[in-house]
């Protein structure tokens, strides 16, 4: 059953409409940063993969240091061997306006190989 409209109905429509909207921007705005995130983290675990490789056919370790700096501006990058392997693992912070703790990856490529 529809019950007629009142006087006092008027504008409700606005007020909800002002009340959920800013609701709406915010989880707009996450959704836009956990992407944003996200696509870091993916050029981060690239940089590492590509700084590995670097190092493993013998290139200076200042050429991989370039290749992630140019990645992520802020991004470091530390490089360790283990037996025949060469591992880099990046760090770099967030690029969010939170206080997070730095996002990091690594990656590890045959030492020598091509």
């Not at 006092?8 to 002002?18: C, P, Q, T």
């Amino acid at each position: 059953m529809i019950r007629p409209r009142g006087p006092d109905d008027r504008g409700s429509v606005a007020a909800e409409f002002a009340i959920v909207l800013p609701a709406v921007v915010v989880v707009i705005a996450i959704a836009a940063m956990t992407l944003g995130a996200c696509a870091r983290q993916v050029r981060l675990q690239d940089a590492a993969a590509d700084a590995a490789r670097l190092v493993a056919r013998g290139e200076p370790a200042a050429r991989a240091q370039g290749v992630v700096a140019s990645v992520a501006p802020g991004a470091a990058a530390s490089i360790s061997y283990r037996d025949d392997l060469v591992c880099v693992v990046v760090s770099a912070p967030t690029g969010l306006p939170l206080p997070l703790p730095p996002m990091s990856a690594g990656s590890c490529a045959l030492a020598g190989g091509l």
